[in-house]
């Protein structure tokens, strides 16, 4: 069986990772494709390598799109997936490897039922300095505590097989997502289906998050193996001087971004039920976050919560969308 599957990266600037990343989508066994690269506001340098990459693609559709403005991640997803044709999507990092069964062992995987939105496979960390894959896991899914503190399953851990079970997730990582097209669809927000008001950080976790709601699930498939570049690895390594030491590693704009976005999430996807039951560890990992926040980074606190109030109105009607389309789900 040969399926489809509508290719779709987001990118900004990153042409030289591009260069090593698109062979192995090309790659791609049993698959129907087509290429879309959304390059936000991209150089001339890139436009140039990329175009010269791409002129020697013959066995594909290939549709490149240099932005004028820069869309964020949220935006160039949601223009790539207007753009596309085909009825699953992969939404791409070009910080991403795919060994060449990865993609046909998603989708075999996610046609299990009509109740599967989407899944990740076993996404190890590339070493793009050395040009070489490691045996460290980058992801296995996101879960969600009760705390509301999302996480990549596994990461920083070496593979010694502990991830090799198929299991339900409560999300997948942004950086490889593969999703039946229909459902991004059907539970999209104002023509959206990344919330482009979160510009980068958590719109993975918050789409994940509507998908649940509405009665979907994501599955990891630990045969499909690729492998990510990611840069910041595990942010709290368990001891406080590790994690402030590797939030600083971020710039400032970026901490506030995602202290910013996990209220919006919040704010979106919260239902009253859940908030009763899990409001001790909600409470206290909010109050954590304050005093940690006070202490170690208090301008970048102040600006989230800055950002976070100007755009409150916005996200409770979007809230309100969510909860309207559910229940109209709900009454089907």
């Known amino acids: ?5 509508s290719l779709i990266f987001v990118i900004y600037n990153d042409f030289r990772l591009l260069e090593q990343s698109l062979p192995t989508v090309l790659e791609q066994k049993n698959i129907e494709k087509e290429i879309i690269i959304i390059d936000n506001k991209p150089s001339e ?21 240099p932005m004028e403005k820069n869309l964020g991640y949220s935006g160039g997803a949601n223009f790539g997936i207007e753009k596309s044709k085909y009825k ?16 046909e062992k998603i989708l075999e995987a996610i046609y299990i ?22 045996n460290i896991i980058d992801t296995t899914g996101i879960m969600l505590e009760r705390n509301l503190k999302a996480f990549d399953r596994g990461q920083g851990e070496v ?19 593969i999703f039946k097209k ?59 001087i590790g994690t402030i030491r590797k939030r600083r590693n971020q710039s400032p704009y970026l901490r506030e971004l ?39 980074e208090p301008l970048v606190y102040i600006r989230s919560w800055r950002r976070t109030l100007v755009s409150l109105k916005k996200m409770i009607e979007k809230r309100k969308k969510i909860e309207r389309k559910r229940s109209v789900r709900i009454a089907r």
């Not at 390598?49 to 020697?56: D, F, N, Q, S």
């Not at 991830?163 to 990582?173: E, L, P, W």
């Open 1 to 5: 069986m040969k399926f489809e599957l």
């Open 45 to 65: 340098e890139s436009q140039k390598t990329i175009k010269k990459l791409l002129y020697k693609i013959t066995d594909c559709t290939v549709n490149y799109y």
């Open 159 to 177: 593979d010694q097989g502990q991830y090799d079970k198929i299991i339900n997730v409560f999300g997948i990582c942004g950086a490889i997502a």
């Open 258 to 296: 995602s202290l910013s976005n996990q209220r919006s999430m919040v704010i979106k996807n919260l239902d009253t039920q859940t908030l009763i039951s899990d409001f001790i560890p909600i409470y206290l990992r909010w109050n954590l976050e304050f005093f940690f926040s006070v202490i170690f």
């Open 88 to 103: 699953n999507v992969a939404i791409l990092n070009a910080d991403i490897m795919l060994t060449e069964n990865y993609c």
């Open 182 to 240: 229909n459902i991004l669809q059907d539970l999209s927000i104002n023509k959206e289906y990344y919330d482009e008001d979160f510009i980068a950080y958590k719109e993975d976790v918050d789409l994940c998050w509507r998908i649940n709601k509405n009665a979907y699930h994501f599955i990891y498939v630990p045969d499909a193996i690729a492998y990510h570049g990611r840069a910041l690895g595990k942010i709290n390594d368990g001891t406080l």
């Open 113 to 134: 039922n009509n109740k599967i939105a989407g899944a990740t496979g076993k996404i190890l960390k590339y070493d793009f300095n050395n040009n070489v894959p490691t």
